[in-house]
């Protein structure tokens, strides 16, 4: 098996776990008022805090030696998020600008907001997986020429569509029967598709603690990481389950296998589909012949 899917409180799951964790996406519920099934998003500020210190000292814990996590939030929490992942030993590398590619959201007397953080930091003094992603966007206007090989990944990411609300969301957004997102709160593949092949080697461990709708599994698996998903909804873990079970179209990451080949090792760190496939039928004849 290449994944495990958790019901319950991570909080609970993660202080009883002697698990050995290689990398974590934490994504929690911002605590903006949200609608969660089984989550108040409207916690006095302390206790909001509190609970995440508690989520990330955890992880802390169960995370091997150079592991690393990603801490998304929105920008105006960033001091708090600094601070909980000081406190509980975390070592600060980047702080990442998801620049959302969608139209800032207005606000008065002060300047439209189009980013989110997703703070990067590692447990001691060196990362032990660092592999220099290269990209090769669009030139900018007025560019002469073209590049020869790419350009490495900066901490500033704004080639990586947010999934919105509504049309915008395209395919790879879940769906209710009547049209709805089923999460709100649904990431991006591609952004989880960035960090992982960062900060991870096939076969390690991948944890999230608040799963979702569970796209760091789906990622995790496409690239034969293993992934823990911790999701407190029942609703959100069936969603995981059937997600995983069979990827859809919208959710093969191999569309995005083009944009990294400039990156000087990207077959070591992501097998092409042909290889995985190859794998997964000489699984199966195992399978079956040990059955037979
Ligand atoms: C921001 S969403 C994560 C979205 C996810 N990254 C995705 O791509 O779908 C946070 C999730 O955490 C879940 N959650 C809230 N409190 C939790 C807890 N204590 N333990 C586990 N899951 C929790 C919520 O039900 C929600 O689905």
Not at 218 to 233: G, K, L, P, W
Not at 258 to 275: A, M, P
Request: hydrophobic share 35%; proline share 3%; with cysteine.
């Amino acid at each position: 098996m290449s994944y495990e899917i958790l019901l319950g409180n991570c909080i609970d799951i993660l202080e009883k776990s002697n698990r050995e964790i290689d990398f974590t996406f934490l994504d929690p519920p911002f605590n903006q008022q949200k609608d969660y099934a089984l989550h108040n998003d409207d916690m006095p500020e302390q206790e909001y805090w509190n609970m995440v210190k508690k989520v990330c000292r955890s992880i802390y814990k169960i995370t091997n030696k150079g592991g690393c996590i990603y801490f998304m939030q929105r920008e105006k929490n960033t001091e708090f998020v600094l601070q909980t992942l000081r406190e509980t030993g975390w070592n600060f590398q980047n702080l990442i600008i998801w620049k959302k590619r969608t139209s800032a959201v207005p606000v008065k007397g002060k300047y439209g907001k189009q980013y989110q953080i997703i703070v990067y930091a590692i447990k001691g003094e060196r990362a032990k997986t660092f592999h220099r992603l290269r990209i090769d966007p669009e030139l900018p206007l007025n560019y002469k020429y073209q590049r020869d090989n790419g350009i490495f990944v900066t901490d500033v990411w704004d080639d990586i569509r947010e999934l919105t609300s509504g049309y915008f969301a395209g395919d790879e957004a879940l769906r209710t029967d009547n049209g709805e997102r089923f999460h709100k709160q649904q990431a991006p593949l591609a952004l989880l598709l960035r960090m992982i092949l960062t900060s991870t080697n096939i076969g390690d461990t991948i944890l999230d603690p608040f799963a979702g709708t569970g796209t760091t599994a789906v990622t995790a698996i496409q690239t034969q990481r293993y992934s823990i998903a911790i999701e407190i909804d029942p609703k959100n873990i069936e969603c995981i389950k059937n997600r995983l079970k069979s990827i859809r179209d919208a959710d093969n990451i191999q569309k995005y296998y083009k944009d990294y080949t400039c990156t000087e090792n990207l077959r070591e760190i992501w097998s092409n589909e042909s290889e995985i496939v190859q794998k997964q039928k000489q699984e199966e004849l195992t399978l079956f012949n040990a059955a037979g």
